[in-house]
């Protein structure tokens, strides 16, 4: 008689997930592109008004310095405020859990349950959870906030990488008329390369390829250019 064959054990396998709370990717793709569209944008608009090559590297500079301290402060602000609007959600949380705990067990309890979990093990869980109060008011964080507190972004990386991608990109349509190629055309090019990379690159932290990412981003600057270019050209002829 043959024995039966031995069940199949399972491994549990190492594997890591991209930073994704931590705040430098999101503030990274959009200080580059806000760089690339603000300042491919700028120099078509000059150059559609037949703007002198010295006027589009001074406003081009002003418009990389300038961008690149709003984008920072603007970052650092707005993720420290959802961090204290979090502190400020987790304390109200915290009350209640002192205030009412067989409320919030009870409310644990059918959080379990809306998630497949049978309702007396449902009930044993919450309670074995509410044992731990910090890992109960950690759980009704995530649960109804969507927000883990203990794994928020940072207000200075996000400011860091905001401040030094716009700079990046905000340089790159300005590179031929810094090395003496006052041609716009050339400007624009460099410009559209720009920001056909930057899409590209983007497109390793997301399912889409980085052909239909980088092609994206670039028909966004160009529209904001051609806006900007027949602009100029409008402003340019009536001045003139």
Not at 92 to 112: I, Q, S, V, W
Not at 161 to 183: D, E, M, N, Q, R
Not at 186 to 214: D, E, H, K, M, N
Request: proline share 5%; hydrophobic share 50%; net charge negative.
């Amino acid at each position: 008689m043959t024995e039966p064959a031995a069940l199949p054990t399972a491994e549990a396998h190492d594997h890591s997930h991209a930073d994704i709370s931590g705040g430098w990717l999101r503030a990274a793709v959009f200080g580059a592109m806000d760089g690339l569209v603000t300042n491919t944008a700028l120099v078509a608009g000059l150059g559609g008004g037949r703007a002198a090559a010295g006027t589009i590297v001074l406003s081009g500079v002003a418009s990389l310095v300038a961008g690149a301290i709003s984008m920072a402060l603007g970052e650092y602000t707005s993720v420290k405020t959802q961090n204290e609007q979090l502190d400020l959600e987790v304390s109200k949380e915290r009350r209640e859990l002192e205030r009412n705990p067989a409320g919030e067990l009870a409310e644990l309890a059918a959080m379990l349950r809306a998630r497949g979990v049978e309702e007396d093990l449902a009930h044993r869980v919450a309670v074995q959870l509410s044992s731990d109060p910090e890992t109960a008011l950690r759980l009704h964080v995530v649960a109804e906030l969507g927000l883990d507190p203990d794994d928020k972004p940072s207000p200075r990386l996000a400011a860091v990488s905001s401040l030094l991608t716009f700079s990046v990109g905000a340089v790159i349509p300005l590179l031929p008329y810094l090395f003496g190629l006052s041609l716009l055309w050339i400007s624009l090019v460099a410009g559209g390369l720009g920001l056909f990379a930057a899409g590209a690159l983007s497109s390793r932290f997301t399912p889409r390829p980085w052909w239909y990412a980088g092609i994206r981003q670039l028909l966004f600057g160009a529209v904001a250019a051609g806006v900007t270019y027949l602009i100029g050209l409008v402003i340019g002829v009536s001045v003139g």
